[in-house]
């Protein structure tokens, strides 16, 4: 029969234990996270597409009711762009897509467009 001699296993070594004084106090820090930026969602005006498109385009899909949107309509018409929203990036960039969207669909040269907020 064959014996197999095995080394006795050594403990693990414990660490170094310290006392009163010659403890190391780690202090905490409060991390911050920034705010995500936001962007604005901007229509550009036009001659071509017509003054009631706009205000449901701005009804539909900015929840505006029908004074604020005729309002940001004429904006647009006067000051050649007005902002009809602000949001987070993503959120931003799918307002944009279904503003292009419907203009097409309508057959409108409407143009939108992103930005961040300053």
């Not at 414990?14 to 780690?26: E, I, R, S």
């Not at 597409?49 to 899909?61: A, D, H, K």
């Amino acid at each position: 029969m064959v014996s197999m001699v095995t080394k006795p296993v050594k403990p693990a070594p414990t660490p170094p234990q310290t006392g009163g004084d010659d403890a190391v106090v780690l202090e905490r820090r409060t991390q911050r996270t920034q705010p995500p930026q936001m962007y604005q969602v901007v229509l550009l005006n036009d001659d071509f597409t017509p003054m009631e498109f706009v205000v449901l385009v701005i009804q539909e899909f900015f929840n505006k009711d029908r004074e604020t949107a005729t309002q940001i309509m004429l904006k647009i018409h006067l000051q050649g762009k007005g902002v009809c929203g602000v949001f987070s990036r993503d959120v931003a960039a799918t307002k944009v897509d279904q503003v292009l969207d419907a203009a097409r669909k309508a057959g409108h040269p409407l143009q939108c467009l992103s930005e961040p907020v300053e």
